[in-house]
């Protein structure tokens, strides 16, 4: 029974894009089917997954940060200086409506997601690299998301800064810091469910999805998926762009381009659902990213893979 689990999470794992995909499918066809799922459901999900990113981190997953400073902070600028100014900017140029702009900014503001990790092994980056900027990033989260939240939304919506610190926390932090000293004081128990957490991370990101109102999602103008769409590929592009201007090398370029790309979107959809619940449009954007950037990381996992498999063959 426990191999049988290891390989549906080793399937779920390897096609994470079409796990997603038939949620949203789902979502938008039998709405009622996750009716059921309050919205406070999002925030104990994403927790789940969050505590699953502590239990495969040790402290030597750091050691990157510290004998590749310059990466990691080439990659940490790129994340919290060009995603929110991107986000701002496309809302500016596409003229969205307040709500959904709020929701866009959100994602904009967030840390690197933990599917960036996946996506730049599929790519043959720098694991190592892109583990310890999200972890970076991460622990970051809670000052910097709502401060530049609050400096780039703070005019329209009231901000409450410190319960999205708290909340970030919370959710975040917390459930992390518990997965590490989970996998440091119970390694052999770990070690027997980590098989298993692709499934579990997957499906709970699924199930953040499916949660938000399908007729939500059906009601957003195409201008909404541009902008999530452009914030995705823009930020994988400047990414590399970035880190190609310093020297980084190749490895090092797609890990940080990848972790760059892709924003913690659940956790944006889960603080639009939290501190924003009078904008329920807002949690859109979030949700939209999610589906989305499992199609471009795939994609970009192709691209950098065929880079490196030349680069191997010279």
């Known amino acids: 029974m426990k191999n049988k689990l290891i390989q549906i999470s080793a399937w779920i794992a390897a096609h994470i894009t079409l796990v997603v995909v038939l949620v949203t499918a789902v979502a938008l066809f039998l709405p009622s089917s996750f009716v059921w799922i309050d919205t406070s459901a999002i925030t104990p999900m994403l927790g789940v997954v969050m505590f699953s990113m502590g239990l495969t981190l040790r402290p030597s997953d750091f050691r990157p940060v510290l004998q590749h400073p310059k990466d990691i902070l080439v990659g940490e600028l790129a994340q919290f200086l060009i995603m929110p100014s991107l986000a701002w900017l496309l809302c500016k140029l596409l003229s969205l409506p307040e709500e959904l702009a709020l929701g866009v900014i959100l994602v904009g503001c967030c840390p690197g997601g933990t599917a960036s990790n996946v996506i730049c092994y599929l790519a043959k980056g720098d694991v190592a690299l892109s583990v310890a900027m999200t972890g970076v990033s991460t622990l970051l989260a809670p000052i910097v998301t709502p401060a530049l939240v609050w400096l ?160 191997d063959e010279k």
């Open 152 to 311: 780039l939304a703070g005019e329209s919506v009231e901000v409450d800064v410190a319960g999205m610190f708290l909340s970030i926390v919370q959710v975040v932090i917390v459930p992390i810091v518990l997965g590490v000293a989970a996998n440091h004081y119970f390694q052999r128990t770990t070690r027997r469910i980590v098989p298993l957490l692709p499934m579990i991370s997957t499906l709970s990101i699924a199930f953040i999805i499916g949660i938000i109102d399908a007729a939500s999602i059906l009601a957003c103008s195409l201008i909404v998926a541009v902008a999530v769409i452009l914030h995705n590929v823009l930020g994988l592009a400047l990414g590399y762009g970035l880190s190609s201007l310093v020297g980084s090398e190749p490895s090092k370029r797609s890990a940080i381009a990848i972790e760059v790309g892709m924003q913690n979107s659940g956790l944006a959809t889960s603080l639009a659902a939290t501190h924003f619940a009078l904008f329920p449009m807002a949690a859109v954007p979030g949700a939209m990213f999610s589906v989305w950037h499992n199609f471009s990381g795939s994609i970009a996992a192709q691209i950098f893979r065929k880079q490196a498999d030349k680069k």
